[in-house]
Each structure stands twice: as C-alpha cells, then as structure tokens.
C-alpha cells in the first residue's frame, strides 16, 4: 500500500517560535474545519495530527488538529477561542502516517479512522452480547511438544522480534496442522520482550474461541484483551488505558484493534488470511488484513498470516515480494478424508430428492447406524440469483466478462461488471430444453433442514448460517449440541467452515459445490475450492476413515484440487487464468459504488461519472479499462438505490489518479471507493 493523496493536506509550520493558532476538524458533525487559540501553557510542540478537546458552543467536543501558524487568520467574524487541552492519546509515532494513508487508499476522510476509536471508548454500555462462549472443557495439553515443521517456523520468526524489521511470513499449513501451537508460542515470546501483538481473526465467533482457548494455554503472565462488537465498553477501556501504559498485551479482534494506536508494537498474526470477512461491509469497505499489513511495515514488525488455503494475491507476494513461505503437509492427528464427487444431474436410477444424491443419502443412513455424525455444506453466498439449466447443466454468462449474467426481478439478466444485459430466455441456449428446466431461484438451508427431516425423520438435525447468528444465544447453543452430540447432523453456510474442531464428524456432504463458480466475481473459482477445502478439514481429524461427498451441477477445473495436498497446483492454475483477464494479482481492480434514494438520480450520475472517467483518460492513464455502469446483483437496500463502476488497470496509483481526475463527489449521489474488492 502506497502513499497517496487523501482528502486533507496537513500543514505544519517550524516550531521556532511558540505556535498561536490550529485549524482543526472535529471529529463528529461540522465538517468545515475551525480554528482554535493555542493555551499559553502549552509547551511548544508540533500539534498536527494530535487530537484535541476544544469548545464548541456550550459543548467539549474532540478534534483533529489538521494545521498550526503562528499569526491569526485574517478574516474571522467570530472570536477565536482557546482550545481546552490535550485529548489523552497513546503515543504511537507510526498512528497518522498509517491512519493517513490508509484514508488515501480507501479515498475518505482521516477522521472516519478517528471515530471508530473514539465512538467505542464514549458510547454507552453495549447490552449484554449475543454470543456465549461455550462452557465445554477444552481438551488441554500442558506439555505440547512441536513437530520438526512448526519448531523449524518458531526459530524463524522469534529473531524477527524485536529486530526493528518487516518481515511477512505466510504459513500454508493443511488443516488440524498445528498453526495455533505456533502463534502461542510466537505470542509468549512477544509477550516476554515487553512487546504488544494484534492477532486479527476474520468473524467475531472465531475471536471469542481463540479468546477462550488462550485464556487457558497460555501463561498467567500474558495479558489478553478482546476489542470487537461483542466486547463490552468496560472491557474496551481496559484496553485502551493499558494502551496509554504501554502495557505488553495480546488484543484479539476483527476489524477494530489494526485501527488502533499501538505504542510497542511487536507482532501482528492474521489467521485465516484468505477470508473475505476481512474486508467490512460499510462503507469505506477497509480490509483488516490488508491495514494489517500497512501497519506491519509501518512499525518495522513481522506479521504471520496462516491459511489452510491461502490467497491468490498472498502466494503471488511469497514468489514476487520476497515474502517468507513455510508449509504444515501433516495433520496434528486424524486422517485426510477420501473425496467422491457426484453429478447432480446424473439419472441413473430414481432419488428421492433432487439435492441429496443417493450415495450421500446411503452415507447419511450409514452414518447414523455408526452414530457418527455429518456436516451438510451449501456454500451459498450471499445472493446467487443465476440461470442454471438442471438437464445440461449451461449457465447464462456476460459475452464480455467471463462471469455469470444476475436474474433481476424484471426478467432481465444482467452483468454485474459491465451492464451487458439480455431477457430471460424461455429455453436453454445450451441444449434448448424447455423454461421449466432452468433452474432460478438455488435452494437454501432451510429447505435442505425440510429435506433431511423427510429423508431421515429419527435424525436430530441443526442449522447453522447467518440468520441462526444473529439469533441470541441459538448459534452457540446449535454449536455446542454438535460438539455433545446431541444433534446428529449440522446443515450449515460458511459459518461453519472454520475455526471448529467435531472429533465426531467422519462425512461431510456438499450439497451443490459449483454453485459459487456462478457468482459473478473474478475470484469465485478461488472462494469455491477455499471453502470446500476448509469444510472437508471438518472431518476426519480424529477419525482414521472419513469421507466427502461433493455434489455439482456441472464438471469443473477446480474439482482436480479439492485434496488439500494440491491447493498449490490450483494457485499455479488459477494463474494463468488471471494473467489472460489482467485481473489479481496481474492487474488492479477498483469498484466505485454510487449510492441514492432516488434510482433515476443515481443511474443519471453513474452514467455522467462514467463519462468523467472515460474523458480522464489521458497519458499513462490511457490503457485503464472502465466497466459498467452496471446495476449490482442487490441494486436495492433499505430505499436506498445502488450502482457500480468497475475500473482495471496495472497500478493502484494511477486508478487512484483517475478517480480524482473525474472529480467524483460532486456528483449528487454518495460515492464510495473499494480497492480490490472481494466480492
């Protein structure tokens, strides 16, 4: 991530005499900044970048210094107050480079990073959380001894400690390998040289079970906080006064604790590096592991990022960034599971249901009669509203983006990058079967819960996706019944992917494993065999003969790779098809997404921003490529009308200069900046 200009220039003048005055910008409401009286009693210091208490009207508010001079602005028709004193603030010297580059790469204010800190140490008591962690013992080992391959990444990394250096090391360790034995012990030896570490998980479940089992393997003298949406404010000040001391600690969390200043910096671990949890869901969409990153090489600290299933962009850094590269090949305990796959639209023979072939179904039965138990796997994501034909299995596709065309409720099939758009067709294109067998609308968990409960009515069944986690207290309660055995089988989304060890699990059954490839983004053959390699490391790890049954729609390339032992020959595969299509790691993609109430007024300024862009394109910024308009595949939410511009080109820099080039918030529609979006 590099240095680019961000929406406030900062100004600072010599510090040879005392400074009297500071522009200032407070962090919440008025957005022109003000300007403030330096206190006499303030020691002469360079204030820029410090935040503030100052008066407005009869109220203390904070603010960011954004500029100091010595002689009063010249034209004020108000007198110019003094500000009140120094806002209490950990001394971080790398905090504003890195808040203030972080908001020229996502092209939003500085202050946005400023209010996540401070609406978290201010607002009111959270209500008791959601989520409870399980009160199941852990199965604890006192005395762990590590194997050759994780003692081989300890010694690595411990003298990157404290050496005042940046080094990213990516650990590629198959699941139930053991990574966690290394953090813990990366973690204690940070600890002990009088170091802070961030260790960054990519959902607020995962951070409370990493919270729960360092808490009880790791020694009393490691100070352990948690800092996300679930951590209650009384907690959040804990960390932010041991912040102010300096204090070693560990700080767990998702998207908050890299946006915090840190003054002893010593290490940062991502664990499940390739999730797309990382990047947030609002607007700026900052990506954690990417801040992450920035802050690692800000601070001259090592930074660990472990995956069973690494990203694209990670490996590509490993051969062309000089990044350090171990591998984990063996599983701490268990065995790999055998791997079957099964075509949906096979018809030989009658099956009682459509989705659950009848090699699964005899597998279930069996595994019923062995009292085992089974994960049943749809890697839905988000909204899959493609055309698939159920006789031959043909997806409509975008004739230009090599992506699946989105159904809209219009009957229109549209492109999500470049706007490319047909009607419905009333028979397949592919093999021209009739309406009836395209297949529309997908299946969702529910409906496979209703299958199974015909299929095998004796069976304890449970759900786990995104709405039973929104859900008090039941996500927790579904996960811990799985893991007492008392549910027989657990019909999931991505939620249970990862982070969960089920020593009874010996099959897990994915119930349409193509259905992603049809989602249109660049990196869904990418997301597809991650998330069917992490489901298929549910099984078997405490169990020598385990299987997976991986049902499609259609035969794929990505289906060679599903051993875990291959993931590499995928990356080298996946490559070249990336290089074709100039997309990542051989390109740069931005999505710049226009936001109104009005649908009219935003299709009207997608449409003139498009223009601006393509005009701006001058120079070395000729050969950008500009997608779209187009409508999103949820162009809708909450009254609020959304579309998207796609712009690919060979450096972030120069789609960063374009974007500014076309002046974009002077439309009046909300514009928002996405640098490689991951979905």
């Given at each position: 991530?590099?240095?680019?200009?961000?929406?406030?220039?900062?100004?600072?003048?010599?510090?040879?005499?005392?400074?009297?005055?500071?522009?200032?910008?407070?962090?919440?409401?008025?957005?022109?900044?003000?300007?403030?009286?330096?206190?006499?009693?303030?020691?002469?210091?360079?204030?820029?970048?410090?935040?503030?208490?100052?008066?407005?009207?009869?109220?203390?508010?904070?603010?960011?210094?954004?500029?100091?001079?010595?002689?009063?602005?010249?034209?004020?028709?108000?007198?110019?107050?003094?500000?009140?004193?120094?806002?209490?603030?950990?001394?971080?010297?790398?905090?504003?480079?890195?808040?203030?580059?972080?908001?020229?790469?996502?092209?939003?204010?500085?202050?946005?990073?400023?209010?996540?800190?401070?609406?978290?140490?201010?607002?009111?008591?959270?209500?008791?959380?959601?989520?409870?962690?399980?009160?199941?013992?852990?199965?604890?080992?006192?005395?762990?001894?590590?194997?050759?391959?994780?003692?081989?990444?300890?010694?690595?990394?411990?003298?990157?400690?404290?050496?005042?250096?940046?080094?990213?090391?990516?650990?590629?360790?198959?699941?139930?390998?053991?990574?966690?034995?290394?953090?813990?012990?990366?973690?204690?030896?940070?600890?002990?040289?009088?170091?802070?570490?961030?260790?960054?998980?990519?959902?607020?479940?995962?951070?409370?079970?990493?919270?729960?089992?360092?808490?009880?393997?790791?020694?009393?003298?490691?100070?352990?906080?948690?800092?996300?949406?679930?951590?209650?404010?009384?907690?959040?000040?804990?960390?932010?006064?041991?912040?102010?001391?300096?204090?070693?600690?560990?700080?767990?969390?998702?998207?908050?604790?890299?946006?915090?200043?840190?003054?002893?910096?010593?290490?940062?671990?991502?664990?499940?590096?390739?999730?797309?949890?990382?990047?947030?869901?609002?607007?700026?969409?900052?990506?954690?592991?990417?801040?992450?990153?920035?802050?690692?090489?800000?601070?001259?600290?090592?930074?660990?990022?472990?995956?069973?299933?690494?990203?694209?962009?990670?490996?590509?850094?490993?051969?062309?960034?000089?990044?350090?590269?171990?591998?984990?090949?063996?599983?701490?305990?268990?065995?790999?599971?055998?791997?079957?796959?099964?075509?949906?639209?096979?018809?030989?023979?009658?099956?009682?249901?459509?989705?659950?072939?009848?090699?699964?179904?005899?597998?279930?039965?069996?595994?019923?009669?062995?009292?085992?138990?089974?994960?049943?796997?749809?890697?839905?994501?988000?909204?899959?509203?493609?055309?698939?034909?159920?006789?031959?299995?043909?997806?409509?596709?975008c004739a230009n983006c090599s992506v699946s065309l989105t159904l809209h409720?219009?009957?229109?099939?549209?492109?999500?990058?470049?706007?490319?758009?047909?009607?419905?067709?009333?028979?397949?294109?592919?093999?021209?079967?009739s309406e009836d067998q395209l297949l529309k609308k997908g299946i969702g968990?529910?409906?496979?819960?209703?299958?199974?409960?015909?299929?095998?009515?004796?069976?304890?069944?449970?759900?786990?996706?995104?709405?039973?986690?929104?859900?008090?207290?039941?996500?927790?309660?579904?996960?811990?019944?799985?893991?007492?055995?008392?549910?027989?089988?657990?019909?999931?989304?991505?939620?249970?992917?990862?982070?969960?060890?089920?020593?009874?699990?010996?099959?897990?059954?994915?119930?349409?494993?193509?259905?992603?490839?049809?989602?249109?983004?660049?990196?869904?053959?990418?997301?597809?065999?991650?998330?069917?390699?992490?489901?298929?490391?549910?099984?078997?790890?405490?169990?020598?003969?385990?299987?997976?049954?991986?049902?499609?729609?259609?035969?794929?390339?990505?289906?060679?790779?599903?051993?875990?032992?291959?993931?590499?020959?995928?990356?080298?595969?996946?490559?070249?098809?990336?290089?074709?299509?100039?997309?990542?790691?051989?390109?740069?993609?931005?999505?710049?997404?226009?936001?109104?109430?009005?649908?009219?007024?935003?299709?009207?300024?997608?449409?003139?921003?498009?223009?601006?862009?393509?005009?701006?394109?001058?120079?070395?910024?000729?050969?950008?490529?500009?997608?779209?308009?187009?409508?999103?595949?949820?162009?809708?939410?909450?009254?609020?009308?959304?579309?998207?511009?796609?712009?690919?080109?060979?450096?972030?820099?120069?789609?960063?200069?374009?974007?500014?080039?076309?002046?974009?918030?002077?439309?009046?529609?909300?514009?928002?900046?996405?640098?490689?979006?991951?979905?």
């Amino acid at each position: 991530m590099s240095v680019y200009t961000n929406r406030h220039n900062f100004l600072c003048v010599p510090l040879g005499k005392a400074i009297m005055f500071i522009q200032v910008q407070l962090l919440q409401g008025l957005l022109t900044p003000l300007t403030y009286k330096v206190p006499d009693s303030w020691e002469p210091a360079n204030l820029v970048g410090r935040l503030i208490r100052v008066p407005v009207r009869t109220q203390k508010r904070t603010a960011l210094v954004l500029a100091q001079q010595e002689e009063a602005p010249q034209q004020s028709r108000f007198a110019i107050k003094e500000a009140l004193e120094l806002a209490p603030f950990p001394t971080d010297p790398h905090y504003y480079p890195f808040i203030n580059q972080l908001a020229a790469y996502y092209q939003t204010d500085v202050t946005h990073f400023l209010q996540r800190v401070n609406q978290f140490l201010n607002q009111k008591e959270l209500r008791e959380t959601d989520i409870i962690i399980s009160e199941k013992p852990l199965d604890l080992r006192p005395v762990i001894t590590l194997t050759d391959e994780q003692q081989t990444i300890v010694d690595t990394i411990i003298p990157q400690i404290g050496a005042q250096t940046y080094e990213p090391n990516l650990i590629h360790g198959v699941t139930g390998s053991g990574k966690t034995e290394i953090y813990k012990r990366l973690l204690e030896h940070t600890i002990a040289q009088g170091k802070s570490a961030l260790f960054l998980v990519p959902e607020v479940t995962l951070a409370l079970q990493f919270e729960k089992l360092l808490r009880a393997q790791l020694p009393p003298t490691v100070i352990l906080y948690s800092f996300h949406s679930a951590t209650s404010v009384k907690i959040k000040k804990q960390v932010w006064q041991a912040l102010l001391k300096k204090e070693a600690c560990v700080i767990i969390g998702v998207h908050v604790p890299v946006l915090l200043p840190h003054p002893n910096l010593g290490l940062i671990i991502v664990d499940e590096e390739h999730e797309a949890g990382y990047q947030e869901k609002k607007h700026p969409k900052v990506n954690s592991k990417e801040a992450a990153i920035l802050r690692a090489s800000l601070h001259k600290v090592p930074i660990v990022l472990g995956s069973a299933t690494p990203s694209i962009a990670s490996l590509y850094n490993v051969k062309h960034r000089g990044w350090h590269f171990f591998q984990l090949k063996k599983r701490f305990a268990g065995a790999f599971p055998k791997i079957k796959t099964v075509s949906l639209t096979e018809k030989k023979g009658a099956r009682r249901s459509f989705w659950i072939s009848k090699e699964l179904e005899r597998a279930i039965t069996d595994q019923l009669h062995k009292k085992e138990q089974t994960i049943i796997f749809l890697n839905r994501r988000g909204f899959s509203f493609f055309v698939q034909c159920k006789a031959c299995s043909f997806v409509v596709s975008c004739a230009n983006c090599s992506v699946s065309l989105t159904l809209h409720g219009n009957n229109q099939l549209t492109c999500h990058y470049c706007g490319y758009a047909i009607p419905m067709p009333t028979k397949c294109p592919g093999c021209k079967a009739s309406e009836d067998q395209l297949l529309k609308k997908g299946i969702g968990t529910q409906q496979i819960v209703s299958i199974l409960e015909k299929l095998f009515p004796t069976a304890r069944i449970g759900r786990a996706d995104l709405d039973v986690t929104s859900k008090k207290n039941i996500w927790q309660q579904t996960v811990t019944a799985f893991e007492l055995g008392t549910l027989d089988i657990l019909v999931g989304t991505q939620t249970i992917t990862k982070g969960f060890h089920f020593p009874n699990v010996s099959l897990v059954g994915i119930i349409w494993a193509d259905l992603n490839l049809h989602f249109p983004a660049y990196n869904s053959a990418e997301t597809t065999l991650q998330q069917i390699i992490q489901v298929a490391g549910r099984a078997g790890r405490q169990k020598p003969d385990s299987t997976i049954i991986v049902q499609s729609m259609i035969e794929h390339p990505i289906f060679r790779f599903m051993h875990e032992i291959d993931y590499l020959n995928f990356y080298t595969h996946e490559l070249h098809n990336r290089e074709e299509l100039s997309y990542p790691p051989y390109g740069r993609l931005i999505e710049i997404e226009l936001k109104h109430v009005h649908e009219q007024m935003v299709e009207k300024d997608a449409n003139d921003l498009a223009e601006k862009l393509m005009n701006a394109r001058t120079g070395n910024l000729r050969d950008i490529q500009i997608l779209g308009p187009a409508k999103p595949p949820v162009y809708k939410i909450k009254h609020t009308y959304a579309r998207k511009i796609y712009l690919k080109g060979q450096s972030i820099g120069d789609l960063i200069a374009l974007f500014q080039a076309a002046d974009p918030y002077q439309c009046t529609s909300s514009v928002f900046f996405t640098p490689n979006p991951t979905s």
